[in-house]
Each structure stands twice: as C-alpha cells, then as structure tokens.
C-alpha cells in the first residue's frame, strides 16, 4: 500500500527552511544523498529549497520552489518481498485515482533514464481553485520502490518544467 502522495501535500503551506551547509550560512539545497534508502537527487537550482525531513510527511526528500509552490517530492517503498515493476505502476495508479479523483491521467509509459528501467506518470489534478500538474517517475531496486514526483500548480508548470525535469532527471539509484 502506497503512503502519503504530492497531492495530499497540496493544502499544505510551502514554508521551505533552507539547508544549513556545516559550520556555514544558510544556502538553498545542493545535491543530497537519501534518508531512508540509497540514491541521490539534486536540486535543480539555486532558488530550490530543501524542507525538513520532519515536515516531508512521509517523503524521504521533498524540494519545494517557494514562490509558485512547485516541489520534487522522493518517496520510498519499502516491502518485504522483491517488487515487480508492473505492479508497482499498477499500485500507483490505483493509488492516484483513489486519493485523487479529479486527476486526469495524461500519459502513463515505460522511461529508460541514467537510473535504469522505470516509468513515467504525467497527470493533472484540479482541486477547488486550485489546478496542479505533476511528472512521476517511479523505479523499482529490489523491495524498494521508488515514486519521484514533480509538481506545480497547473498555469506556471510549464514555466519550471525544466528544472522540475532537471531535478526528476537527477535521480540516481547506486549501482548494483
């Protein structure tokens, strides 16, 4: 059963806190190595920030862009038994459509990348007034699963779609 999604995170308030640099000023986030599994991610820029991992509720690495409250959200799966791709996919789905059902899926597909086979989820979702486009990657490395989410409200996604795709590009599993 897949947890908390970028969706459910829309109501809250994008208040970014920094990453403090040791013994240095605070900075906007640089590249980050995980908290619950192997991988890495970078942010995509300067102006990205990175927000606590207390606050992630349930993301083991969430950037947020504080002006239009875009974010790259890194979720991690963990089970008990080798994940199968397909299902994977087909548990995410099942899991946006029941958590979200104003989302609209716009493309659903294999993505080969730098971190190997995954799949790639673009959709849209509009909830009150609000409208918000997301790009999912997930990837599957033995009983963990993967979901990176990119997402910003609807009219400026395609203005930081580049960097949301910079920073989804980012991810790397290590090798093995």
Not at 23 to 49: D, M
Not at 111 to 133: F, K, M, Q
Request: with cysteine; net charge negative.
């Amino acid at each position: 059963m897949l947890r908390t999604g970028p969706l459910d995170l829309l109501s809250l308030a994008c208040r970014p806190e920094p990453v403090a640099a040791p013994q240095g000023p605070v900075r906007p986030a640089v590249p980050r190595v995980h908290l619950q599994a192997p991988y890495l991610i970078t942010a995509p820029a300067e102006h990205w920030y990175l927000r606590k991992a207390a606050e992630a509720i349930g993301a083991d690495r969430w950037l947020v862009y504080p002006a239009p409250h875009a974010q790259v959200i890194v979720f991690v799966d963990e089970r008990e038994a080798q994940i199968d791709m397909a299902h994977y996919v087909e548990e995410a789905l099942a899991y946006l459509r029941e958590t979200t059902p104003r989302a609209q899926i716009l493309a659903s597909a294999p993505h080969v990348d730098a971190s190997g086979n995954g799949w790639r989820i673009l959709l849209y979702e509009s909830a009150d007034s609000d409208t918000l486009e997301c790009e999912y990657r997930l990837y599957v490395a033995g009983t963990r699963g993967f979901r990176i989410a990119g997402c910003a409200p609807r009219p400026i996604f395609s203005l930081l779609a580049a960097e949301i795709g910079r920073a989804l590009d980012s991810f790397r599993l290590p090798p093995g």
